[in-house]
Structures are given as C-alpha cells and as structure tokens.
C-alpha cells in the first residue's frame, strides 16, 4: 500500500523559515510529478509547487522566489523548503506524488504563520 507520511509543520513567525518533508513508501517503482498543495481555511486547495521526476519545477505565484521544492529519488522524499513566510501562508500542507497516472495523498500537515 502507497504510504505519504509528511513531517516539518508547526508555528512560525512572520518572516521566518520551515522545511516539509514528505517520504513515499509502499511501491517498488518511483513515483513521478511530487508536489505540495495546501489548503487554508474556508478556501479550495491549491497548488503550491511540483518537481518532474527528472528535476522540473514549477511554482504558484505566490511563493515565487521564498519556496523552493527539491526531491530524493533514492529515498522517494520531497521536500518544500519555505523562506519569508507570510501569515497568508497559513494552511495545511499536504503532499502529492503521482504513480502510474494514480495520485496519491499525505495526511496534512499545519503550517500556521504568525504576524
């Protein structure tokens, strides 16, 4: 069974930095597109970042220049690292990570930015 276990949520003040982790378990093949999403309160989710399996990257507008996503393949582990942070970023980060045309999904975990 595909297993997304995110880690490196909390508190943080406005301006100040975090580091998501999330490891991939459970299949034999490596996944393809990874990518973290987030959801705020009251809000639809939404598209934060994704990586290719071969490195490709893409961004939302909104945290263009202050997240950078990178991935482990041999460890099946993406990683959103998370500088400048806004209190609009605010929400729960969940991770993503396509196989074989399947998307799977991690459990969530908040990020909460204080001003």
């Known amino acids: 069974q595909v297993q997304l276990v995110e880690s490196g949520g909390g508190l943080v003040q406005a301006g100040g930095s975090l580091r998501l982790s999330c490891a991939g378990s459970?299949?034999?093949?490596?996944?393809?597109?990874m990518g973290w999403y987030r959801q705020a309160a009251g809000k639809q989710r939404e598209l934060v970042a994704v990586?290719?399996?071969?490195?490709?990257?893409d961004y939302a507008d909104s945290v263009k220049g202050r997240f950078t996503i990178s991935r482990d393949n041999a460890k099946r582990t993406v990683y959103l690292q998370m500088n400048s942070l806004k209190p609009e970023d605010t929400a729960v980060y969940y991770c993503?990570?396509?196989?074989?045309?399947?998307?799977?999904w991690g459990q969530g975990t908040q990020v909460t930015v204080s001003s």
């Open positions: 990586v290719t399996s071969g490195g490709t990257t």
């Open positions: 459970g299949s034999v093949f490596g996944f393809n597109t």
């Open positions: 993503n990570a396509d196989l074989h045309g399947i998307p799977y």
